[in-house]
């Protein structure tokens, strides 16, 4: 009889399907506990982001890259705004959220720091005048980075250099008078 084999072929396409299924969502099951397992790397350092520094404007360019790091430079007087991002061990971005943010000079006499009113994860750089010199310093950010999990917390810092530009000192007052010169015309005959 062909309508039994049609049957039994059903049925037996019917058990794999069934079967199938089952060993999926035991499968996908498994992955999932696999990938929650999984968690992205820490936070582990910040990185610094620089604004545009204030008038008056350099002649030499504000900035400069050197191995990942993007430093600024400023002509004394100068101010500059910054953001720090937290990066994790491998340099990428992390979904960390800061809180305790602190920023200190190196060298309070070449430039200050200040956090940014506007900017949670900010702060604003001042070139400190008169510079005669070409002076740099460096500047620590130091953070508490609370991953998503709300159980990992990590002190991380960074570092950035800021090179604060020569300005030459303003030229010597014109001399002043100390004496009177005499200019002789020529002399004439008597008559």
Excluded: C
Aim: hydrophobic share 40%; net charge negative; no cysteine.
């Amino acid at each position: 009889m062909p309508s039994d084999n049609l049957y039994e072929l059903i049925h037996e396409i019917y058990e794999d399907v069934r079967r199938l299924k089952h060993e999926l969502r035991w499968q996908h099951r498994a992955l999932q506990a696999l990938l929650g397992e999984v968690e992205p790397p820490p936070a582990s350092l910040l990185k610094f982001t620089w604004g545009q520094p204030s008038s008056p404007v350099s002649k030499v360019p504000n900035r400069f890259f050197k191995e990942n790091s993007m430093s600024v430079q400023l002509n004394s007087g100068q101010t500059v705004n910054f953001t720090v991002s937290p990066l994790n061990a491998q340099g990428g971005p992390s979904t960390a959220t800061l809180s305790g943010l602190s920023f200190v000079s190196s060298d309070p006499t070449v430039f200050t720091v200040a956090p940014d009113p506007n900017n949670a994860n900010g702060g604003i750089v001042t070139a400190l005048t008169p510079v005669v010199t070409p002076d740099a310093a460096t500047i620590t950010a130091t953070a508490t980075a609370t991953e998503p999990d709300g159980v990992t917390i990590e002190t991380i810092s960074g570092v950035d250099t800021v090179t604060v530009i020569a300005v030459a000192p303003p030229p010597p007052p014109p001399p002043v008078a100390a004496s009177l010169a005499f200019i002789w015309g020529t002399p004439s005959k008597k008559r």
